[in-house]
């Protein structure tokens, strides 16, 4: 197996992880990763030598990632999908969750796809602002303002699940 | 010690290691000097520590061996035409993300996987329906020809503007409604019927603060109910009929509701 490939295959783990805090499902983050490492293969010749092969794959992810975001943005067809591809969508949350897991989960898939991939890139894989803002394709000001933006978000929603759970016990 | 102000700019900075060490100290003595900022930092931290053990495990997984194979040239190369599952689930962030109908990450089918709330719903709506919709003569308290009536009445008591949908498109005519308990709170069922007899009901309820859609059955051969559940409202669409023709159904008459909802 030549280099380039070993280098690739080490990075499945990451890639995975990226894409499930990206997806959340596991079958569709996979789908993501498969069509992230078939089209880095077939690019091999553009990954140039020296450069962190983390770095390029999750670049040729994310891209993947947010052009279809972008293409469903703008079909519109948000308003509500079949229900035969939301059963496809929708598996059962991973068994060994936890519930506080599942609820910063749930969170995360609540804020915007732009806010969530840069907290993911510097909280959960751990670029710095200057890869990740090389990766995501956006100036250092803008990845912050999203990182920050996102944190607050994904408290308040935190927050609310505390709140709508503290309301649901006083009821009781 | 480096003196400059600090900002809550900083706080992220400093969380993400992006803080120069030489102004680290002076970081530290503003926040302890600043009891919100400190207590904002601990929040994002234990944050950031929820969302990395929530996600650790996935490292930890076996690598998936299609993965693998796409990697070994064991299966053949395509042109990287993106996978109409994890489009959907993309589809299902952006409804989400903008505030769209519902979650899509819940279970679905999944009997006893899910979430109690989502089972909850859907019990409550299909052992109404198993009561009400086998009633002749006494299945709804207020009839159709009394719509007004009908959809004032339990708009005030669910606490939602409700607004029956037509579903004469799919060959169902309302035959009226009745209100429901619903846990401790109150739910409109509202009963409908095509020229053959078959019934199906909508069961509405304002108490929910999840967010899920699905499916769901309660015995093999009985009723299947198919729902949605956002923040403040959650709706069944509960019958007998072929798995597609409900599913159908039930869509047009969530997106009328919703549509009335927001009227």
């Excluded at chain 1, 990075?11 to 078939?38: F, K, M, N, T």
């Excluded at chain 2, 302890?32 to 520590?49: G, L, V, Y």
């Amino acid at each position: 197996m030549d280099e380039k490939k070993a280098a690739i295959l080490g990075e499945i783990p990451r890639l995975r992880r990226y894409a499930r805090s990206l997806l959340r499902d596991r079958d569709s983050a996979d789908d993501l990763v498969q069509d992230c490492l078939e089209r880095a293969l077939m690019r091999l010749d553009n990954w140039q030598t020296g450069e962190s092969p983390r770095r390029w794959l999750f670049t040729i992810m994310h891209h993947l990632f947010i052009d279809q975001m972008r293409k469903v943005n703008r079909r519109g067809e948000a308003a509500m999908l079949p229900l035969e591809a939301g059963e496809a969508v929708a598996k059962p949350a991973e068994q060994l969750e936890g519930i506080a897991s599942r609820e910063i989960i749930d969170a995360l898939q609540a804020i915007s796809p732009d806010r969530r991939a840069a907290l993911v890139m510097v909280a959960i894989e751990g670029f710095s602002y200057a890869e990740a803002a090389n990766i995501l394709g956006v100036p250092a000001g803008t990845l912050m303002s999203r990182i920050a933006r996102g944190r607050e978000e994904l408290r308040g929603l935190l927050d609310d699940t505390a709140r709508r759970r503290a309301i649901r016990i006083v009821e009781k | 010690m480096i003196r400059r102000d600090f900002s809550e700019r900083d706080i992220h900075m400093a969380l993400d290691g992006e803080l120069p060490t030489d102004e680290r100290a002076a970081y530290d003595s503003w926040l302890d000097a600043n009891p919100e900022m400190k207590a904002r930092s601990a929040r994002f931290t234990a944050d950031r520590e929820a969302l990395r053990s929530a996600f650790a495990g996935v490292l930890d997984e076996p690598v998936p061996a299609r993965l693998r194979k796409v990697v070994l040239g064991e299966a053949p190369v395509r042109a990287a035409v993106p996978r109409s599952r994890w489009w959907l689930a993309a589809a299902a962030a952006v409804l989400l993300a903008t505030g769209g109908f519902g979650g899509y990450f819940a279970g679905i089918d999944g009997i006893g996987q899910e979430d109690p709330a989502e089972d909850r719903l859907a019990e409550q709506a299909i052992a109404a329906h198993v009561i009400y919709a086998a009633e002749k003569r006494h299945a709804v308290e207020v009839p159709a020809s009394d719509k007004d009536h009908l959809q004032t009445w339990l708009s005030n008591r669910v606490g939602l503007k409700l607004v029956a949908p037509d579903l004469t498109a799919n060959g169902f005519q309302l035959v009226g409604g009745r209100l429901l308990p619903a846990g401790e709170a109150k739910a409109a069922m509202l009963l409908y019927e095509d020229d053959k007899g078959e019934r199906i009901s909508l069961f509405v309820t304002a108490e929910s603060a999840e967010n899920a859609k699905g499916t769901y059955a309660s015995a093999q051969d009985g009723p299947q109910a198919v729902y949605w559940l956002d923040k403040g409202y959650g709706c069944a669409v509960v019958g007998s009929l072929p798995r597609e023709q409900l599913a159908v159904v039930a869509k047009s008459a969530y997106g009328q509701l919703l549509a009335g909802l927001a009227s």
